[in-house]
């Protein structure tokens, strides 16, 4: 990527991700409409997927708003 502002904010999600004790406790965290284990975080025009898995939280995919919604999960 090569808008530094945006490297830092995903970079300060993933920091908060790794501080926080449950993903509910994040911030523009919202879970994925019929899949209980997805879910999303709001980063401006971008959107960050996770997954719940048993000993945490995996980072699946990194993209834009248009495409989150087609390609994940």
């Known amino acids: 990527m090569r808008d530094r502002s945006l490297v830092n904010r995903v970079k300060a999600v993933l920091n908060e991700l790794e501080d926080s004790e449950s993903l509910e406790a994040l911030s ?4 994925m409409k019929g899949h209980s284990e997805y879910f999303r975080v709001r980063i401006g025009e971008y959107r960050l997927g996770l997954k719940r898995i048993d000993d945490g939280v ?3 995919r990194f993209l834009s708003r248009s495409d989150i919604y ?3 999960p």
């Open 28 to 31: 523009n965290m919202k879970a």
């Open 58 to 60: 995996r980072v699946i």
């Open 70 to 72: 087609r390609k994940f």
